[in-house]
């Protein structure tokens, strides 16, 4: 690992800010931070937001976990439970479609001059962000710990001894996904 | 000089095959675990920006709620990364020429009309939900939906399952049912 650079903080920054930049780009040249091809993909009419999502996890999860094999990289897993994955996630996927953008795609949409993605998006998300860490302590304590299972991953739930008995088929499955959408003409 | 000026031109069109996209930010993803440690991941920023404009009201005590002592609101690697989103994605924009502001989306504007008080109306509704259920759910389309699922993480993929559960539905609703 390149611990040497990653406590480099103000060229630490700077990689933060190019990364986010290429990722800014390809999100706008991949169309996905328009209102109308979102909407399509929330109706089921227009797949380029899958398209584009099941091939950054293809790609990236093949290198991470190639790069994690040769000791390059760790994992950054984050824990779950029924009280924090299952209600927040349906609330985030309602103003998903109220909004018609997602924080990054909001920010990017601002990008290409969408004011409704700036007061909407950018404010709105914030007030949301900001309106959750006002009732936090008591989500904490009644809601999120409830049925816990921490951060496992679909390696530790089947039980894989090696996790290429894993990446495989999810990548097969999701590349046929891919060919199927294409074959269909969706 | 004929594949540079090829290369050159694939910048000033306005979209990219998606399969192109995504094998990019795929590879992205792994930059950012090798260069820098870090998953991709949007919605802590917008967090950690709340928390400073309440600071900037409120006074230094905001830092002392227990959401922003896990999560103190400064500037991070994170935030640097969404001001390079927006920076990438108007240089995009920029190249091929689509900016054109715009407060109510054609879409939109073809089922529930022109009123731009509407659209900001729900768009702030929207945005409140986004925000407040991403925080609730620790991640979102980026950091569940793209760095959570590719290192296979559990609750990534019911996250992304119920964001796109969630918004489905409500689309369904909005312009099939409502807006028909």
Known sequence: MLKTLHNRTRIQYFLGLAIGFFFGFLLQKG????????MQQLLLQDFTVVKIISTAIIT????VYAMRDAGWVSLHKKSGSLGATIPGPLIFGI????????????????????????????????????????LYPRLKERILPFGTFGDKTLVDLFQARNPWFVIIPVAV????????LEIVGL | MDIFQTLANHLFVSIWPPYIVGAGIGILCWLAFLLSNHPI???????????????????????NKPYYQENPPTIDWGWMLVAGLFLGAFTAAWLSGDINW???????????GPSILLRLSAALLGGICVGFGARW????????????TLQLVLTSWIAVFCFFAGGVAVAFIMYRIIGV
């Open chain 1, 31 to 38: 169309g996905v931070c328009r209102y109308d091809i979102i």
């Open chain 1, 60 to 63: 990236g999860m093949v290198g």
């Open chain 1, 95 to 134: 103003g998903f479609a109220i909004l018609g953008y997602c924080p990054g795609t909001s920010v990017g949409a601002v990008g290409h001059g969408a004011l409704d993605a700036l007061i909407g998006g950018v404010i709105g998300i914030m007030a949301g962000a900001g309106l959750y860490a006002a």
């Open chain 1, 173 to 180: 499955f999701m590349a046929g996904f891919l060919a199927i």
């Open chain 2, 41 to 63: 991941g949007v919605s802590t920023a917008f967090a950690k920006s709340a928390g400073m404009i309440e600071m900037a009201v409120r006074g230094p005590e905001v830092r």
């Open chain 2, 102 to 112: 715009k407060w109510v989306p054609q879409m939109w504007e073809d089922t529930f």
């Open chain 2, 137 to 148: 759910g620790s991640g979102c389309t980026s950091g569940h939906g793209i760095s959570g």
